[in-house]
């Protein structure tokens, strides 16, 4: 009896835990995002469509806080809103100049995010892989900067 007790507690912790560690699918270039480039990091994901001005606007933005940031181990990452795939959410991010990394499969259900009615949306999730902001509007990268650095320091 011990046995299958201790078999049947094995493989519920293994399933249990299957999505803890599990990769971010692919980005807009087809390459495996691993879970280990991610996890452990603070991260900056932020929704966008093309159809959205102020998406447009804070792209810029975002790729400016990317390239700063990555010394910092902060990353920023993109979601199409709109669930483009492939060629089509490769294009998309081309055509609004976009550096940063870009996830082809949505986070949410790994964040428990909620599915937004406005855009842009922005969410900064903690090291330990805890969503602490939602941030709804057009961003800079001061701004996010400063909430980054409360939240480190709360």
Known sequence: MTR???AVLAITASLLLGGCGADYGVDQHGNTVKAEQLDGHWLVLNYWAEWCGPCR???????????????????VLGVNFDGLQ?????????????AFTVLAQDPAERYDLPRSEALPVTYIIDDKGKVREQLLGEQTREGLQARIKALKGA
């Open 4 to 6: 299958r007790l201790a």
């Open 57 to 75: 606007t804070e792209i810029p933005e975002l790729n400016a806080a990317a390239k700063d940031w990555a010394a910092d181990g902060i990353k």
């Open 86 to 98: 492939g060629q089509e959410l490769k294009q998309a991010a081309e055509t609004l100049g976009i």
